[in-house]
């Protein structure tokens, strides 16, 4: 009996050795490998390849500090936990190099003070207490750390675009040197402020680079801000220079002036079409017009009131359709454009012509105007918008073109809008920042964040696909929408009532017998 005792003692210990070597051996594994079954459209709730390729590169401690206070509403509590499961991930991800830490700063005055020197502030936010309304001051935000270098991001409000924040942050502070972009602005009135804002989060910016000098040899890529005259002989030479010896050129260039105001419209004359044909890009002298597109206010009189109407304009036509073999626009939802025109390879003109690729292509119910130019709004005025029956245009290309005596290639990409990269037009669009974005991480071999730009934009209104969708069958769907719900909870409702009928009938039954 002693001797089966002490047996089932040993058992028992071996047993338990065992499952504790298991579990060491399992937790130790899972540190650094595991499996996340992400069933979302665009995978945003796990790490991409992009973020686990550049935390990779990181050989060094690297420190997040998080500052959240803890007692959160409750969308910003998810927010919370969306972040530590994406940063758990990086520091899985980063061989043991990244490591994260989450405070409350609430809790201790001495975290608060370190969180405000690090340049995240409280914010306040209306929660609803014990049946009121107050105010509270909470921290939503995390700095990085890196050898000497330090990134902020002060408050973090939504999930949507954090990982490509923290992924383009730590990139940047990895990085050992900058690429240079210069932007060539030659018209008054341009500016590019938002654009810039981002380019400086990666890169070295140099805005209103002279053109009229020799482009320094530390510039990678020039962006050409659309311009109305002619270049002069030494900004030609120049320009022609820096494609000859390798550098890449995104260029942002309208073929008709437009005056809105007016609605007036005219070709520019300008050597820089010259130019461009030299190289195989050529643009159409017309405007091009597509079902899918922007609307404008109208002032229209109602009645004794003069009011604005919005107006679909297919002269800013929003671009759907891209050429998804292409990293640059693969992923991409949407791009808005202001008086574009048509783009063809023109190979007749260029001797140095390697490839052209379109990228942009306009809807297939899509039409052109040129020579006279009837810009009115109103589709009552301007029969041209109830004829839009034409294949697509192709409105953004890229080509490579090489130099004939050294056989150098650059890369040169075009989209016939001037507006693209300002303020004033397309700079002030997320999606067309991230195609601009995409662009010159190309232009530079480096096509690690291009995914994730894309990744969380999504821009999926009941408009229409690149073919269009006609006003009625919008309208069915939304009706289809509201009503289709309470039906099916209907449905539900009598046969749950049918089902209970059925079953108190049988006990009835039951209990008559």
Same mark, same amino acid.
């Given at each position: ?9 040993? !058992? ?82 980063? !061989? ?12 201790? @005055?001495?975290?608060? @003070? ?120 030494? /900004? ?190 397309? $700079? ?35 408009? $229409? ?6 006003? /009625? ?26 089902? /209970? ?13």
């Amino acid at each position: 009996m002693e001797i089966m005792i002490i047996n089932n003692k040993k !058992s028992t210990l071996i047993f338990s050795a065992i499952i504790l070597v298991a579990v060491i051996f399992i937790n130790l594994i899972g540190r650094n490998w595991f499996v996340r079954f992400d069933l979302t459209d665009n995978k945003m709730y796990s790490l991409s390849s992009s973020s686990k390729s550049v935390v990779k590169k990181i050989d060094d401690l690297f420190t997040i500090k998080v500052y959240f206070s803890a007692d959160l509403p409750a969308q910003y509590s998810n927010n919370k936990r969306y972040l530590q499961d994406i940063l758990e991930e990086y520091t899985a991800y980063s !061989s043991g190099n990244l490591r994260f830490e989450f405070y409350s700063p609430e809790n201790e @005055e001495k975290i608060a @003070e370190e969180a405000q020197k690090y340049g995240i502030q409280p914010v306040q936010l209306q929660v609803i207490e014990n049946d009121k309304v107050e105010i509270k001051k909470v921290y939503m935000g995390l700095v990085l750390l890196y050898e000497d270098k330090r990134e902020v991001i002060p408050v973090i409000q939504t999930s949507t675009g954090l990982e490509y924040d923290i992924t383009t942050k730590i990139k940047s502070m990895v990085q050992i040197q900058k690429s240079s972009i210069g932007i060539v602005s030659l018209q008054e009135g341009i500016t590019n402020e938002n654009l810039t804002r981002f380019l400086n989060e990666r890169y070295t910016t140099r805005p209103n680079l002279n053109l009229s000098t020799e482009i320094p040899e530390n510039i990678d890529i020039l962006l050409f801000n659309g311009i109305n005259d002619s270049l002069n002989t030494a /900004q030609e030479s120049n320009l022609r220079n820096f494609i000859a010896r390798g550098g890449n050129v995104f260029f942002s260039q309208n073929r008709i002036n437009v005056d809105i105001q007016t609605q007036q419209a005219n070709p520019i004359q300008s050597n820089i079409f010259s130019i461009l044909d030299s190289y195989g890009l050529s643009i159409k002298e017309n405007l091009v017009l597509d079902q899918t597109c922007n609307q404008v206010n109208v002032q229209q009189q109602m009645g004794p009131f003069r009011m604005a109407v919005p107006m679909d304009y297919p002269f800013l036509p929003i671009v759907k359709k891209f050429n998804q073999s292409e990293v640059t626009v693969n992923g991409l939802e949407s791009i808005s454009l202001i008086f574009t025109s048509e783009i063809q390879a023109d190979s007749v003109y260029s001797d140095n012509l390697v490839d052209f690729t379109p990228l942009l292509y306009t809807s297939n119910r899509s039409s052109s105007m040129s020579e006279f130019y009837n810009l009115n709004p109103d589709p009552k005025t301007n029969p041209v918008f109830n004829q839009l029956t034409e294949p697509s245009k192709v409105v953004g290309a890229r080509c490579i073109v090489a130099d004939k005596e050294t056989g150098i290639e650059s890369n040169l990409t075009l989209v016939s809008d001037s507006q693209l990269f300002s303020d004033q037009g397309g $700079g002030g669009s997320q999606n067309n920042i991230i195609f601009v974005m995409n662009t010159i991480d190309y232009m530079l071999g480096d096509s690690e964040l291009i995914a994730l730009r894309s990744r969380e934009i999504l821009d999926r209104p009941l408009i $229409g696909d690149a073919e269009g969708v006609s006003n /009625q069958t919008r309208l069915t769907w939304k009706i289809i929408n509201m009503l289709l719900p309470t039906l099916l909870i209907i449905i539900l409702g009598v046969f749950y009532r049918r089902k /209970q009928n059925n079953k108190s009938k049988t006990l009835q039954a039951i209990y008559e017998k």
